[in-house]
């Protein structure tokens, strides 16, 4: 089964800045939402941001001003900039892509904000 492979994370300083992309090969991918998730340890689930097939991005309290979602349906990719993070940013980002009642998640990527 196909699924979307994050990539961009890493370690960052506070107020710094990364790029999340999100990879979907093998989906038709004009067709989908992309949802961004993270999950820090011990804590729950946390939606962040939606880019949907057609319309507006749509965002966590915790991400406005600070996060930008977009996506380039020609190469099948979506991203997330993220602009100065906070050290509760700090969490494994994944990447869900979603269309009717099927969601496909990828592996995630690892963003760690420290100084």
């Known amino acids: 089964q196909a699924q979307p492979v994050e990539s961009g994370g890493g370690l960052v300083q506070p107020g710094g800045s990364l790029r999340l992309s999100c990879k979907a090969s093998g989906f038709e991918f004009r067709f989908f939402s992309v949802i961004w998730f993270r999950q820090a340890p011990g804590k729950e689930r946390e939606w962040v941001a939606t880019i949907p097939s057609d319309g507006n991005p749509a965002y966590a309290d915790s991400a406005k001003g600070r996060f930008t979602g977009s996506r380039t349906d020609a190469e099948n990719m979506a991203f997330l900039q993220m602009n100065s993070l906070k050290p509760e940013d700090a969490a494994i980002y994944y990447c869900?892509?979603?269309?009717?009642?099927?969601?496909?998640r990828g592996q995630g990527t690892q963003v760690t904000v420290s100084s």
């Open positions: 869900v892509l979603r269309r009717g009642g099927n969601d496909y």
